[in-house]
Nanobody
Framework: QIQVVESGGGSVQTGGSLRLSCVAS???????????MGWFRQVPRKEREFVAA????????YYGGSVKGRFTISKDNAKNTLYLQMNSLEPEDTAVYYC????????????????????WGQGTQVTVSS
């Protein structure tokens, strides 16, 4: 079992920046325990939206269309930590941001579907005011 905990949310004005962090932990967590990690966001009465993801070993990155060019996902394997640097924030970025991790052992990962992720954090609120 893996636990993931997000931090770094808050309130900023339009054009500002925030960096989210997500630490993965678990009793048997090892270098091959995670296949990929990602960020999703959700606002009330809407489906969870893919934001960004990263392959845990290879480092390939994936971005949702609305954040490409403004957000950067990165990781520190030694610290089991995932980051999301968010720049040029807009009011439309206001949401609860969730960190998620996917377990290895399946075929055909696409990284952008929430159904691929096995472990989820509680979420951290990001509010962007105009």
């Amino acid at each position: 079992q893996i636990q993931v905990v997000e931090s770094g949310g808050g309130s900023v004005q339009t054009g500002g920046s925030l960096r989210l962090s997500c630490v993965a932990s678990g009793r048997n967590l090892g270098p091959l325990s995670i296949y990929g990690m990602g960020w999703f966001r959700q606002v009330p009465r809407k489906e969870r939206e893919f934001v960004a993801a990263i392959s845990w070993i290879g480092g390939a990155t994936y971005y949702g269309g609305s954040v490409k060019g403004r957000f950067t996902i990165s990781k520190d394997n030694a610290k089991n930590t995932l980051y999301l640097q968010m720049n040029s924030l807009e009011p439309e970025d206001t949401a609860v941001y969730y960190c998620a991790a996917m377990a290895p052992g399946r075929a055909g990962y696409i990284f952008t579907s929430s159904y691929e992720y096995d472990y989820w954090g509680q979420g951290t609120q990001v509010t962007v005011s105009s």
